[in-house]
């Protein structure tokens, strides 16, 4: 079912969550070949761009395809996060921006006192969000935790607090700061978000299957399921959960075939926006969350880590696909 934040229409319910290291423009292609409905790319340091380092404008690269596409940025400083978000919408235009509340890294956290630091000073989450809300024609939304820690769970607070300073959607990941990734996620939180505001509310965490993605849109009420680990080596899982939240289709076995096939192809749109070195190092982490579960799985993944050059780790994935259909 399509939703709307702000003047976006989304065509569906599933949305890419932003990871650091991951949600480049090579895996959002991916992503979006699956069907999902807004993309997160991975976040930006406001200061970064406010300081011109080539590295992080590199980051903002995206493509028509990708859209809608929405393009964190990560900071502590009104008036750098404002500098940040007008360059982004000037140079990039994305659809949407979102202001990271939720990163629980302790350079982000502690050093910075960005991310889910946040959380923890109501009066500047108001100050950040009005003030990008200004400067950008485009929907302003905001990624959150559940609070900062047990004792301090304001994900309620913090979100009317943003919606009040013109905020568009919403993003609640189930977990405080200190919790990191550990035990599971508090659905109860996103519902009360859910029903304290009217700005739409995108749930995330844990999300690993098209039932859990239900679930979470039942028992919350949430407009809309954000999924982040849950796609590393199973970027089909888009594709499972938007068929099944809105035609109810149940999801097919993914065959080892389409998984080593897509292990070409992400390498290749990676070598396509990267150089060759870098795409390598990206790709062997990769590799290995595409392999979990298939045959002999350790010894090829042994073999990746030594690769050096494009065509080692090709001859690599190639041979073992023909040791497998000699298997299979
Ligand atoms: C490798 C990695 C990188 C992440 N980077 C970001 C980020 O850049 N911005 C952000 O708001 N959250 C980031 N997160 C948190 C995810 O967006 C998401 O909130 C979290 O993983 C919970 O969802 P999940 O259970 O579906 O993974 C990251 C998570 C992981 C695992």
Known sequence: MSFQIGNVKIKNNVVLAPMAGICNSAYRR????????????????????????????DMLYMTEMERPITQQIFGSDKDSFVAAAKYIYETMKPDIIDINMGCPVPKVA??????SALLKNPEKVKEIVAAVVEVVPVPVTVKIRSGWDQNSINAVEIAKICEEAGASAIAVHGRTRSQGYSGTVNLDIIRDVKQAVSI???GNGDIKSCYDAKHMMEYTGCDAVMIGRGVLGNPWLIRECVEYLDFGIEPKEVTIKEKIDMIMKHFTYLLETKPEKVSLLEMRSHASWYLKGLPRNGEVRNKIMQTTTKDEFLNCILEYKRSLDYEI
């Open 30 to 57: 991916i992503i979006k070949e699956m069907g999902c409905g807004l993309i997160y790319a991975e976040m930006v340091s406001d200061k970064a761009i406010y300081y011109g380092s080539k590295k992080t404008i």
């Open 110 to 115: 502690l050093r910075a006192q960005a991310g």
């Open 200 to 202: 739409p509310v995108i």
